[in-house]
Each structure stands twice: as C-alpha cells, then as structure tokens.
C-alpha cells in the first residue's frame, strides 16, 4: 500500500532541497573566494575614504555580514540545535566579541597574517561545527569541546581574516577609529538580520516530524561546504 507523505514532511522534503540547492550554488560562486571576499566597488570606495564616513561603513559592514557566507554559514552550525533564545544570544554574543576584537585591534595595529591561511581555519570552524552537531567528537574521541570556549574562538579567526583584506586595502588614517567602530556596528545590524531570517527557518522547519532526520543530511552539507571553503583556500594559497 503506497503512503502518501503528510504535509510536513513534504514541506521539509522541500526545504531541504531548497537547501541543499542553495548551497550548490553558493559552492559554485565560491571559486572568488580565495580570501574574504569584498566587492570591487566598496574595495575602491574603502581605499578612496577619507574623514569619518559613519553611516556609509554602516552599510558596508552590514552588507559584509548579509552577504558574508562563511559567517553565515558558521553561525548557522552555532544555533542548528539551539531552541532557547537566550542560549542563541549568549552563542552569538561570544561570536560577536572574538569578531569585533581582532577584527579591531588587527587593523589598528597592523597586524595581519596571509588571507588564505587565516579564510582555511574559518571553513575548518564551519566543519567543526557540523561535526559537533553531528556528536563526532563524543563518538570518535570520547570527549566534547567546550562549544561556547571554541565559538569565542572561531569569532576571533572570523574577525582577523577581515582585519586582514582590510589592511590590505591601505585604508586611510583620517577617521580610521570611528570608521572601523561604524563598520562594526554595521556587522552586528547585519548579523541580527541574517540570524532573524535563519531563525525564522528553522523555526519552522523544527516543527516538522523529519527535523532530526534531516538535521543529519543538513548538517553532512554543511560539513560539505566548510571542507570545500577549505579547498578553495589552500589551492589559493598554493597558486599565490
């Protein structure tokens, strides 16, 4: 006797081929992604700037982080399993400290490290995640990571790796400190906008019978995708 699946699992069905094809295609625009990736435009305006610009380095963070897939990418690894908002809250705020920390003192100190490098540990933090979503590290090694410690940690690679293509572009000293504060200010608006969307997803989706079925398959994805963001990386850092 043939059973026809319900509503919900059809709809889940959907959504994780909407998924999965989305992410086909982020890995297939990937091959521009051999450092933190920054249009050309709003490279020419960064190194053009000078004076404090406020509300355009506003946009150009928020913009960074919307459009930012290895962020995004990472934080939703961070919350896949994570069904209290003040849990979701104290995850992203440590992500957000370790980000705005180096990505601050990196640019003012001039500090930097080779891009490739530094964008390889961002996809290896991508892959971890998936990898502690799936209970790996319990399973193969008998211990788990400290999952707020590492979140703190990857936000501080995460934030370093901008310092760095910023650097890169010779930004201008005049109104430096307000600018970058502005920039900041502009990843955070842009973070809650992504996250807003991704928990409005998953809200759904985790109301489905076949959540933790597909919660499997999701996350091999996103292990998928942080090893490819790694390849990508090393095969930059081969050929620079």
Request: proline letters at 2%.
């Amino acid at each position: 006797m043939l059973v026809r699946p319900t509503l919900n699992t059809v709809a889940a069905r959907r959504f994780l081929i909407l998924a999965l094809a989305g992410l086909a295609l982020l890995l297939l625009g990937a091959a521009d992604a051999y450092a933190h990736n920054v249009a050309e435009g709003d490279k020419g305006y960064i190194q053009e700037s000078s004076g404090v610009l406020f509300l355009p380095f506003v946009y150009l963070g928020a913009k960074h982080m919307v459009t930012g897939y290895d962020h995004l990418l990472f934080l939703f690894g961070v919350i896949f399993f994570l069904y209290r908002l003040k849990d979701v809250a104290a995850y992203v705020t440590l992500f957000a400290i370790g980000h705005s920390t180096t990505m601050l003192f990196g640019v003012l100190t001039g500090i930097s490290a080779n891009a490739y490098v530094i964008d390889a540990i961002i996809g290896l933090s991508v892959v971890y995640k998936a990898l502690d979503n799936l209970g790996a590290f319990q399973r193969w090694f008998g211990f788990q990571p400290n999952t707020k410690i590492a979140t703190l940690i990857f936000g501080f690679f995460h934030g370093f790796g901008l310092a760095t293509k910023i650097i890169e572009f010779e930004i201008s000293s005049d109104g430096l400190l307000p600018n970058l504060i502005a920039f900041n200010i502009g990843v955070e608006l842009g973070q809650l906008l992504a996250l807003g969307a991704i928990l409005i997803v998953m809200g759904y989706c985790r109301r489905t019978a076949s959540f933790m079925r597909h919660a499997f398959a999701a996350n091999t994805a996103l292990m998928a995708a942080g090893f490819t963001l790694v390849g990508y990386q090393l095969a930059g850092l081969a050929i620079s």
